[in-house]
């Protein structure tokens, strides 16, 4: 290494122009680009599953399809940077190998509680992180925004499905109050006098979102140069694909309304959202027009390099490369040590409970309906029969979870692959009587049935009803090398016109069995 003042004159300096700022910067780009090339294709090795899993939700889930334009887009957006970047000194920075290593170890600790979204934005942050360390600050800001748009490629937002869908459901229902069409709505169905819609997650518009913020993001960052412009564009963007959306959900309704429910349309519409999709887009990108800035991005002036008083120890480009890589590489080999199979394969029995108080175990319930967990250690099922309704009892215990054996995760809940209709709101918190923790509750129906259920974990010693806290709970005990169990719970019972007409056996089943459910937790858990 050698010593040297950090000092490098303004890139619009009459004494040095660009061009010669590009030339006498040419060869410490070449160094800094092959280091650069090489981290990041270790970083493609050493994190090759959790990049592949990231792929193999683009090209199953339709929502993600967004993601495939993301790295294309960036890259377009960095090559219209090439001129301003030529012009910049890369200068590796130990702070952004401070980031690598902090990166590397977010992505272990998401792998250990099996995180599956922390995994991904780590894996971002770490490429991003790897870009600062060996091309430095100064080129990280002239690329803020495309770096930024790295995170779009990360699988997120279906939690956002009740939302949206409710969002589009009133806004349908809105429009159909005006026209004085009459409409029914419990939820899940909106009902015409000749039929009916059955709203379900493709509704949520989630998929246009996200490519109009993908989209709109490139055209934003071409258009303008100030900061508030491009977030007002892009947040314009969302509200306009939110109603967009609204809109389709209308005019299928009107569709079916008007065709007696014999349109083609009514059978496949998801062509009408991308043309609803494609209009949009070109609308917007019409208006954004009108308030364009209008410098090109290769004449939009460099960021300032950040003065540094005294002498600086210049980092070396090989140096910081080498450290990137060993900082980067010893948490996936910390993570694979992690997903070594367990040497205890005693089996784990999860037993039913025993009849307690008024409630007497019955053969099944009425009508077949059970919620959905996959990767369960052990499973139990049974119905039990009260003074007035039955009650259904589901339970499931994750022993040694890791990456698809997880109780918490996106496939696993109340939604299930029979024909269950569920009404498409978010699942509410609700107290129960004599409990010191909250439950879930969601209404449900089946053929046969319409029910109200209740959801509640146990983990590590602790009741709750938010999966947050059980993955939190779960990454402790693996962290400190204790055992990781949890059980979900989930009761159901019919009702026949409102849904609190289940209430009083669920609440009384709980009172009456929380010993014998206390019993179960304690017998599966014995190590």
């Known amino acids: ?43 493609a ?22 993601c495939f334009m993301v790295l294309p887009l960036v890259g377009y957006m960095i090559w219209m940077n090439r001129r301003r970047l030529a012009a910049i000194r890369p200068r590796p920075s130990v702070w952004g190998l401070a980031a690598t290593f902090v990166m590397g170890a977010g992505w272990y600790v998401a792998h250990v509680g099996a995180i599956l979204i922390g995994e991904h934005l780590s894996l971002v942050g770490l490429f991003i992180a790897l870009v600062w360390a060996i091309l430095g600050g100064t080129v990280i800001r002239a690329l803020a925004l495309p770096l930024t748009l790295l995170f779009l490629a990360v699988p997120f937002g279906e939690g956002l499905f009740p939302v949206l869908i409710a969002i589009a459901s009133k806004l349908a229902l809105a429009a159909l109050h005006v026209q004085g069409v009459p409409v029914g709505f419990d939820g899940t169905y909106i009902r015409l006098q000749n039929g009916e819609w059955k709203i379900t997650e493709a509704c949520s518009g989630l998929r246009f979102i996200l490519s109009i913020v993908t989209v709109g993001a490139l055209f934003a960052y071409t258009t303008y140069s100030r900061t508030w412009k491009r977030i ?16 389709r959900v209308w005019i299928l309704v009107m569709v079916g309304l008007y065709t007696n429910m014999k349109s083609p349309l009514v059978k496949s519409h998801i062509w009408l959202g991308w043309v609803l999709f494609a209009i949009m887009v070109i609308a917007l990108f019409a208006i954004g027009r009108i308030w364009s800035d209008p410098e090109d991005v290769e ?14 120890r210049s980092a070396n480009a090989a140096t910081i490369g080498v450290l990137a890589i060993a900082f980067m590489a010893v948490w996936p080999l910390l993570g694979r ?26 053969e099944s319930m009425p009508w077949e309906w059970e919620p959905h967990y996959e990767g369960a250690t052990a499973l139990m099922r049974q119905a039990y029969q009260g003074t007035t309704r039955p009650v259904g009892l589901y339970a499931a215990l994750f022993r040694n979870q890791r990456q698809g054996e997880e109780l918490v995760r996106t496939q696993n809940g109340f939604l299930t692959p029979f024909a269950v209709a569920w009404r498409y709101t978010p699942v509410v918190p609700r107290t129960v009587p004599g409990l010191p923790f909250s439950v879930e509750q969601v209404e449900g129906r089946t053929e046969g049935a319409r029910f109200r259920a209740w959801r509640w974990y146990w983990a590590d010693g602790q009741f709750t009803s ?43 089943f709980i009172q009456e069995m929380k010993p014998s459910l206390d019993q179960v937790i304690a017998t599966a858990t014995r190590r």
Not at 337 to 362: F, M, Q, Y
């Open 1 to 43: 290494m050698s010593t040297e003042t950090v000092r490098q004159p303004a890139a619009h300096s009459p004494e040095q122009p660009e061009s010669s700022l590009r030339a006498a910067y040419a060869a410490e780009w070449r160094t800094a680009a092959i280091w650069l090339i090489l981290a990041i294709g270790g970083m």
């Open 45 to 66: 090795l050493l994190y090759w599953p959790t990049i592949r899993f990231m792929e193999r939700l683009w090209s199953f889930n339709r929502s993600y399809t967004h």
């Open 232 to 247: 007002a564009f892009i947040v314009g963007s969302v509200v306009a694909a939110i109603l967009m959306n609204g809109v």
């Open 299 to 312: 004449d939009r002036p460099l960021p300032k390099e950040r003065k540094q008083h005294g002498p600086q």
């Open 337 to 362: 040590a992690e997903d070594r199979p367990p040497a205890d394969h005693s089996p784990v029995v999860l037993n039913a409970p025993k009849d307690a108080g008024t409630w007497v175990s019955i």
């Open 466 to 508: 938010d999966g947050g806290v059980v993955k939190l709970l779960g990454l402790r005990s693996k962290l400190l090398r204790q055992p990781d169990d949890a059980i979900v719970f989930v009761i159901y019972a019919p009702f026949d016109l409102k849904p609190s007409e289940a209430d009083a056996s669920l609440i009384a």
